[in-house]
DNA sequence: CAAGACCCTAATCATTTGATTAGATTCAGA
DNA sequence: TCTGAATCTAATCAAATGATTAGGGTCTTG
């Protein structure tokens, strides 16, 4: 027996909110939370704009639950990424690592444009976002660094500098990639870009 | 005697457009174009709502008057800075633009918060931006690090990938800067942090 | 199969937004 | 001082936006 609370949900209604987050993840990213119109994410994942008021209570709640989802999917990236690494040296599995943080970069956008996003606006969002997502990778990624300073590896530069020169050379061209497609003439999102330019900064962070 | 469609402008006219302007940027890059009403900038301006139709013919209108001023500033900066290094070896000039271009992030996030946000939109504004401003001042840079790159300074890395580094690890920690506030504990935004950042980034780049 | 919960849509509401209009006020110049 | 243009405000409009309501259709389950 279930508890009367408990609601039956049906697979299509999984399939449809599956589709509202993307579609949620996508325009938010694109114009930010006050540009970003309802009617437009409806439209993108092709239903109905009151539905998304039924599967998500408010557009506030549709934002938290599409960032959920893509903190989700960064952190089993890098987790999966570091447990197949088990065993290999600190200088190594960072290397990797932050390969690995470009490589999200690039295949999600989104993730730097809305943390950038809302910290612009600075509002009550902003300390749901960081409170709940970004503080723990931040405490990861400057003890990584601590150490590897520590080590010798990396010249002696405060972690939290380290932390925003990775988060801002990292993602920024993929953030801007209108811009440096119409600049530069090359597609940021081509495998070998992409590799370039996960060899461009770790040669800058780890190569000396 | 004057030609009969010329405007007699008062003072009082050139110090209410530049408060508009002044407003209208701060509130552009915290909200992105459409994030940011029109009756916001006024009220942050201390005018009313209808006097920004009167100074400038439409948001859109405004919104290129404050991009511009921001680049004019921005230009004036590295333009005079340059000017008065001439005769400075390569190396040195460069270090030193690149400060130049750290302590301009660090007093105008703007800059950067206004790239990213119109460049995320990907429309007509944007093409404005990087035909009128963006693209000479990447044409300039990249020369710079191809030259660099050719003396053995730097690593050999290409030059697009060396501008998205810079105008990434540079103005990020300032662009974030509630963030890392929250993050790190430190303002991003006293003299010795930018500092710091001005030493960790140019290190990065320039000392192996 | 019948009932009820679940999924979804059409119509609509109250607010907010950029812009316009009409008019008040101020200032320069004859 | 008087006139007219320049500057600014109050009132208002049409469009767009997030949300709600009422109801139709569908699937489960007893």
Redesign the pocket.
Known sequence: M?TPT????????????ERILAAALDVFAERSF?????????ARA?????????????????WRAAVDGLFDELNRSLASRADGLRGVDELTMSRLLVREFIYFSASHPQLHRIITGECKADGPRMDWLVDRHVRPLYEVTTAMFARLVEQGHIPAIPPAHLYYILTGAGPTMFVLAPECRRLAGIDPFSDEVIEAHADSVTALLFDR
Request: glycine share 6%; net charge neutral.
């Open positions: 279930q408990e609601r039956v949900k049906r697979p299509s209604a999984d399939a449809t909110r006050d540009g970003a119109t309802t009617r437009d994410i409806a092709g239903v109905t704009q009151p539905l998304l008021n039924y599967h998500f209570s408010s557009k506030d709640e549709l």
